[in-house]
C-alpha cells in the first residue's frame, strides 16, 4: 500500500505572538519510519517546512505559512492509497478542515486523519470528508486501518504498551535544510536541530489541558538504554547539535532520566539538550538538575503558571511553589537556562492573585531567570474547564491571545504590566544579560525561547 503523510502549514491568529510556534513536527518521521517498517511505501508532504517563508490568510483574522491547503492537496501522488493528516490544535482547523475538502476533489483515496484536535473534534473531520478519524496514537490506528479491521468513522486507537519497538524517527522525510536555515524551532535553536519524543501520555489532570482527553492513556516511556540509542543515532546521521525533546511530561520518571543522562555521558555526545515543552518541577532535585547539566541540558522550561496556590488547586495542578523556585534557582547555577510559563484570566483569578503572580514573576527574574511567557487562559476543547467560558467565533481564537473574552483587555494589561516589571528589574540587576540577550536575537543563535519569539516579532528569516 502506497500511503501519503501530511502536515499542515503553519497557522494561528493574526497579532498573537505566542502562536505559530515553528517547531519541527515529531509525528510524520515517527508516522513514515512505522510505515516503513510494515513494508508500506510512503509519501511525506510537509506543509510548513517545503515553504516556511510564504505567508497567506487562509480566513479573515488568521495567517499561515506554507503551502495552501489547495497546494497541499495538489503534491499528493495520484496513485497513493491512503492519505493521512496530522493535526495538531486548534490552530489549524480552518487549514486542515480545508485541506480534507480539497483532498476529497483531488483523490479518490480515503482521508484518515489524526493528532490532538481531531481527537477531541474527531465530527468536524468527518463531516469534511474524512473516512476515519484516528483517536489517540497514530501507529496503532494507522495498523487496524491498513489492515482492513477498522469501521468508518472514530477509530479509537490503544496506546502502545511497549515504546521501545517504536523505530527510530525518519527526518529524512522532512526539509531538514528548510527548518535549519530558518534558524527557529520550539526550544533555543543556535546550529541544526531535531525534535524527538521519548515518552507518550500524562498521568496528570490539569483542568486547562486537553492532553488527558486524547485517548492516549497514562504515562508511559521508552527504556534508558533505549533513548541513547535513538538519540546517539539521529546526531550521528544528521549531524545536528542540538536536541529539542517534545515529551509532555520528561522527568515523570526520575531514574529514567538519571540513566538517560549517564548513557549520554557515556556516548560522550557533544550535542545541547532543550526540553521546552514544560518539564513537571516536582521530580527534580539538585541531582537530576546536576545529572542533565552533564548531559548537555542547557535549558528547560517550568510551568508554576500562577503565583496563587488557592489557583493551583482551582486548576487542578498539583505542584509547590516553593519548590519551583528552588529547581530554578539550582538549574540556574548549574548553566541550564530556565523558561517559566505562566497563566492569567483562569475562571475565578482575583486581582490579588494576579498580583502575586506578578510578584513570583519578578522574584524569578531577580533569581536569574530571563525567559517568562504569560498567556492568557483560553478554554481548550477537550479540556476539563472548556465549559467554563464562551464566546469565541473561530475555533482558532481558543489561542493564548483570546480577544474575545469579556475581560481580555483587563488581562492584556496585566501581562503587558508583568513583562515591563520583568525588564525593569533586568535593567537595574542584570543589564548586561540584557544586552547578551539583545546581540543573540540580532545574530540568530538563541538561549531561551522568549529571544526567538522576540525573534519572530521583528521578521522571519526566509
Known sequence: ?????????????????????????????????WLRRRGEEVQVVDGFGERPGRRFSPAP???????????????????????????????????????????????????VVGGAHPSVLPERFLEAGARWVVRGE?????????EGSAGDGVVEAAPLADLDLLPDPDYGVLPLRSYWELGLGHGPVSGAHLTVSTSRGCSHGCRFCATPSLGLGRWRGMGAERVVEMVSSLVGRHQVTDIHVEDDDFAADRDRVLAICEG???????????????????????????????????????????GSPRLL??????????????????????????????????????????????????????????DVSVFVWSPLPGAAASDLERGSER????????????MYFRYEGARVGIYLRALGTMLRERPSALLESARRIVEGRFETKGEMTVRRMLGWRG
Open 138 to 146: 497514530g501507529e496503532p490506528g494507522l495498523d487496524a486501518i491498513i
Open 61 to 111: 483574522g488568521l495567517v499561515a505559512r506554507g503551502l495552501t491547503p489547495s497546494e497541499l492537496a495538489d503534491r499528493v501522488d495520484p496513485m497513493v492509497d491512503l492519505v493521512a493528516l496530522s493535526v495538531h490544535s486548534v490552530a489549524g482547523d480552518t487549514v486542515a478542515i480545508e485541506t480534507v475538502r480539497h483532498l476529497g476533489r483531488r483523490t479518490a483515496a480515503p482521508i
Open 264 to 306: 549520554l555521558k557515556e556516548r560522550g555526545l557533544r550535542v545541547r539538550i532543550a526540553l521546552p515543552s514544560g518539564v513537571r518541577s516536582e521530580p527534580l532535585d539538585a541531582q537530576v538538575l546536576a545529572a542533565l547539566a552533564s548531559a548537555g541540558c542547557r535549558y528547560i522550561a517550568l510551568a508554576p503558571e500562577t
Open 395 to 406: 475555533l482558532e481564537q481558543l489561542c493564548w491571545s483570546p480577544r474575545w473574552r469579556a
Open 1 to 33: 500500500m502506497k500511503v501519503a503523510l501530511l502536515g499542515l502549514p503553519l497557522a494561528g491568529v493574526r497579532l498573537d505572538p505566542f502562536g505559530m510556534i515553528p517547531a519541527m513536527p515529531t509525528a510524520l518521521p515517527a508516522l513514515a519510519a
Open 313 to 370: 488547586r482551582a486548576m487542578g495542578k498539583h505542584i509547590d511553589l516553593e519548590h519551583v523556585v528552588s529547581v530554578a534557582a539550582t538549574a540556574l547555577r548549574l548553566g541550564i537556562r530556565v523558561g517559566c510559563f505562566f497563566v492569567l484570566g483562569f475562571p475565578s483569578e482575583t486581582g490579588a492573585e494576579r498580583a502575586a503572580t506578578a510578584d513570583l514573576v519578578e522574584r524569578l527574574v531577580r533569581l536569574g531567570v530571563d
